[in-house]
């Protein structure tokens, strides 16, 4: 029985992954972090920083890539069920209250797997076709 749950955990993953990246995006964390699976709305969130820390108490530190981006706009759209304009305008009006600032912002790929890679507890998101390497994995968003 216990493989069974293992086997269709798995499949669940793989899924939640595959449907990530037909979007044109992936959700991306450090190797060593232990997270491999986050529910989408977690993930919501985690990038508006209503969740500041992993369970395992690690800062959460999420990653943008730059607003122009299409990476970014499947990624908002999916995930906030937004656009990026109107997740920016969100962020102005916190930034005008005064209450906070948005993640930071990377202009390809290549610069956010960087930023996680010096950067345990961040997350971040790259296109579905970026070469994550070693020190990079993907998490599955269902």
Same mark, same amino acid.
């Given at each position: 029985?216990?493989?069974?749950? $293992? %086997?269709?955990?798995?499949?669940?993953?793989?899924? @939640?992954?595959? /449907?990530?990246?037909?979007?044109?995006?992936?959700? #991306?964390?450090?190797?060593?972090?232990?997270?491999?699976?986050?529910?989408?709305?977690?993930?919501? &969130? $985690?990038?508006?920083?209503? =969740?500041? !820390?992993?369970?395992?108490?690690?800062?959460? #530190?999420? =990653?943008?890539? /730059?607003?122009?981006?299409?990476?970014?706009?499947?990624?908002?759209?999916?995930?906030? @069920?937004?656009?990026?304009?109107?997740?920016? &305008?969100?962020? /102005?009006?916190? $930034?005008?209250?005064?209450?906070?600032?948005?993640?930071?912002? !990377?202009?390809?790929? &290549?610069? %956010?797997? &960087?930023? $996680? !890679?010096?950067?345990?507890?961040?997350?971040?998101? %790259?296109?579905?076709?970026?070469?994550? @390497?070693?020190?990079?994995?993907? %998490?599955?968003?269902?």
């Amino acid at each position: 029985m216990n493989r069974i749950r $293992i %086997v269709l955990a798995m499949v669940a993953l793989l899924l @939640g992954a595959g /449907q990530a990246q037909a979007q044109g995006y992936v959700v #991306v964390v450090s190797a060593s972090n232990s997270v491999s699976a986050l529910k989408k709305d977690r993930v919501n &969130a $985690i990038f508006l920083k209503r =969740v500041t !820390r992993w369970d395992d108490g690690t800062a959460v #530190v999420p =990653v943008n890539l /730059q607003p122009s981006s299409p990476t970014r706009e499947s990624f908002s759209r999916a995930v906030h @069920g937004k656009s990026v304009s109107a997740i920016e &305008a969100n962020w /102005q009006q916190q $930034i005008f209250a005064g209450r906070d600032a948005p993640p930071t912002q !990377r202009g390809s790929d &290549a610069e %956010v797997l &960087a930023f $996680i !890679r010096a950067n345990p507890g961040a997350i971040g998101y %790259v296109s579905s076709g970026a070469a994550l @390497g070693d020190d990079v994995k993907a %998490v599955a968003v269902n």
